[in-house]
């Protein structure tokens, strides 16, 4: 019992933390291998699917809409202007270390711009394209 | 003690002479980080208090996208910026939802600005403050600073 409450008060407290892209990815692809079993994340799917034209939102129809083609470089909001700072980890080191960020930004942009919540799969995928992208 | 009072509403007309806006020190961190995302953290003087109340109440399609917040923060930033809003009587109408861009003080301390300007890829959008006032991170919203230079007076 005693086990249990040590565990899981390691994993709040993990939770709280910055971390790592690897395990913000882990977290995805545990939760991905719970609906697919095997399932491993891969930085090519991450990258067709940052480039699909989903079109359920005129002004953002596409992830580029905002990020531009090249992740690695600065984007503009498609309404307001304002600058946005390069996705990929090896342009902007803030990407990818605060989960609970990365899952209320995967929230906010998969309902805009696909018109649905991504699936823990798409998110691992898309967290390992940034991660790796170079 | 009779000087105390003149120099009281010199103190008090100055922010607005220079154009100077900067948040407030105690301004909480979740207003920074949920309403400075996706435009500038606009300052609370740019909107009355009926009007960012109605802004708070409708997040969940924030011209168009959804912004909604958690309840804390959605109380802690509501309380934020009704506690520093402008001054309804001078900031006047700013339609219906509100919009700082509508309102009819911002309407006229732009009327200068041509449509083409507005048009600007670099601009975009009357809502991106920062395209030509550089200052405007830090509240600074003074006609010297334009960036682009035709717009200087």
């Not at chain 2, 009587?89 to 309102?103: E, H, M, W, Y």
């Amino acid at each position: 019992m005693k086990t249990i409450a040590t565990l899981s008060l390691l994993l709040i407290s993990m939770a709280a933390q910055a971390e790592t892209p690897q395990q913000i990815r882990q977290i995805y692809v545990t939760e991905a291998a719970i609906q697919q079993a095997g399932f491993t994340a891969a930085a090519k799917r991450g990258e067709a699917f940052y480039h699909q034209r989903f079109g359920i939102n005129d002004k953002m129809p596409v992830c580029t809409s905002c990020h531009t083609d090249d992740p690695l470089k600065s984007g503009q909001h498609a309404v307001t202007g304002k600058a946005i700072k390069p996705l990929a980890v090896a342009a902007n080191g803030e990407r990818f270390s605060d989960p609970a960020k990365v899952e209320k930004w995967f929230g906010r942009n998969c309902k805009e711009v696909i018109g649905r919540a991504c699936t823990p799969a798409e998110k691992a995928d898309f967290v390992a394209y940034m991660s790796e992208v170079r | 003690m009779k000087f105390l009072i003149p120099l009281a509403f010199l103190a008090m007309a100055l922010p607005a002479l220079a154009d100077r806006m900067p948040l407030p020190a105690n301004t909480p961190a979740s207003f920074k980080a949920e309403c400075g995302s996706c435009h500038l953290a606009y300052p609370p003087a740019l909107l009355a208090a009926k009007d960012w109340k109605s802004t708070m109440a409708g997040l969940s399609d924030h011209f168009g996208s959804d912004a909604a917040v958690d309840a804390k923060s959605g109380q802690e930033i509501a309380a934020f910026l009704e506690r520093n809003a402008g001054n309804a009587a001078k900031l006047g109408n700013a339609g219906s939802p509100p919009r700082i861009t509508l309102s009819a003080r911002f309407v006229r301390k732009h009327d200068e600005v041509p449509a083409k300007f507005w048009r600007d890829p670099r601009i975009k959008s009357a809502a991106n403050c920062e395209a030509c006032h550089r200052d405007a991170t830090k509240g600074g919203f003074s006609e010297r600073d334009i960036i682009i230079p035709e717009l200087r007076h």
